[in-house]
Structure formats: structure tokens, C-alpha cells
């Protein structure tokens, strides 16, 4: 049982270059999460989503997009990365939403 | 919005003892506290959690607690080992609005054998 699988593990981006963290996971689970981790300051959740066609934003939502065309995949886009996008990613899912999440095991991204 | 404040950032204890963090919320509408452990390059993962209508909660060696006038709550590891080494993560949310977690910055746990 995979559970939630991020791709990629590691990347290095130049100044204004753009690209996609993809998320998937197989537990028919509606709500979906994108939190990132900056060291010593927890996680900060980037955009979320509580079923397909449906995305919100989160505490620091600027800089990135998300889409929701189906259950399974939450694919979190950077355009035009900065240096301050540098940290590492997480993608989780729920069943509900006060519920476990399930992490995947994170995407590092370095903006150089 | 939400906001958790988790202490302390690091904790260092000799293999045995007790380790305890506290967390505190500032939403009164939060009524459900997870604790995550995240062991070096990997996800979070759930070790126990807490809703508001308990004030209490124990698994094993673990256990939470949950004061919500004051708005903490704290969780206890007993005879600690060197596996419970980790970063450790307190988390708030509510069953209504915004309904995801918002999480503590963090409290590094080392288990000295």
C-alpha cells in the first residue's frame, strides 16, 4: 500500500524557473494538503483541498498553485521560483478534515 | 486564524527519565490536538491525539493532556528510549472554517543512552 507518494525527492531550481511537486494517493481520502517546513519554524501550510474541483488557500499561498482534477493527485505548482521557496515540501492526506494526516515523505527544493 | 506555540524548541534527556512538551492555541473554536513525531528524513507521523470533550488521553508510555481554559495542552513520554529521539510536532484544528492543522514550530527530542 503505497499511501502518498511525492515525486520529485530532490531538486535544485534557478531564479525564475518554474516546475511541479506531484502528489498522489491511493486511499480514496477527500482532503489533501501542501505544507512546507523551513528549519525551526514548523509546518506552514501552503494550499489545501477538501475534495476534487474544490482548492483553498492556506497561511502562505503566494508564489504557488494548486489543482484538484481528481481524488488522487495534487499537483502543487512554483512559477517563477525564488530563493525563499528553498525548504522542503510536504503533500498529506485526511479522510476528514479534524482526522489523521497521512504524510508523504517530502520534495526538497533548492532555488538557486 | 489559528495560532500554536510549542515548547521547548530543543529537549535533552538521559535514557529513563521523562520528557514533557507543552503547546498552547489561541482559536477557542479548536477542538482536536494531534501530536506528530518526524524521524530524520521522513514525514510526520501521528502518535496520539486529543479531542476536547476528553482531558486525557494515554497509549502506552505516551500520554496528552488538555487544559482548554487555559488553552495548552502537554505531551508526556515516560522511560524514555533512544528510539523516542525525533522531532516532535503539536498541532490544532476545528471541525469547522479552515478545518486543517495548524502546527507548532517544532521541540527536537534527544534520548541520551
Known amino acids: 500500500n503505497a499511501g502518498v507518494t511525492q515525486t520529485p525527492k530532490f531538486r535544485i531550481l534557478k531564479i525564475g524557473q518554474s516546475m511541479t511537486l506531484q502528489c498522489a494517493q491511493d486511499?480514496?481520502?477527500?482532503?489533501m494538503y501542501w505544507y512546507r517546513q523551513d528549519p525551526g519554524m514548523g509546518l506552514k501550510l501552503i494550499y489545501y483541498s477538501v475534495g476534487a474541483g474544490i482548492t483553498d488557500k492556506g497561511e502562505v499561498p503566494n508564489g504557488y498553485n494548486v489543482s484538484r482534477s481528481t481524488t488522487e493527485d495534487f499537483p502543487l505548482r512554483l512559477e517563477l521560483a525564488a530563493p525563499s521557496q528553498t525548504s522542503v515540501y510536504f503533500c498529506?492526506?485526511?479522510?476528514?478534515?479534524?482526522?489523521?494526516?497521512?504524510f508523504g515523505e517530502g520534495s526538497r527544493l533548492t532555488v538557486l | 486564524g489559528e495560532n500554536v506555540e510549542q515548547h521547548p524548541s530543543t529537549l535533552s534527556v538521559q535514557e529513563g527519565d521523562s520528557a514533557v512538551i507543552k503547546c498552547t492555541y489561541s482559536?477557542?473554536?479548536?477542538?482536536?490536538f494531534p501530536w506528530y513525531k518526524q524521524e530524520l528524513g521522513k514525514g510526520p507521523q501521528l502518535i496520539i491525539d486529543?479531542?476536547?470533550?476528553?482531558g486525557e488521553k494515554k497509549d502506552q508510555r505516551i500520554a496528552v493532556t488538555l487544559n482548554k481554559t487555559a488553552k495548552h495542552f502537554s505531551l508526556h513520554i515516560t522511560e524514555t528510549q533512544p528510539e523516542d529521539s525525533a522531532v516532535y510536532f503539536c498541532a490544532a484544528s476545528s471541525d469547522t472554517g479552515r478545518r486543517a492543522l495548524t502546527f507548532g514550530s517544532g521541540t527536537r527530542l534527544q534520548v541520551q543512552p
Open positions: 498529506a492526506s485526511s479522510k476528514q478534515g479534524s482526522g489523521e494526516l497521512f
Open positions: 486511499m480514496n481520502h477527500n482532503y
Open positions: 486529543i479531542r476536547s470533550n476528553v
Open positions: 482559536d477557542s473554536a479548536s477542538n482536536y
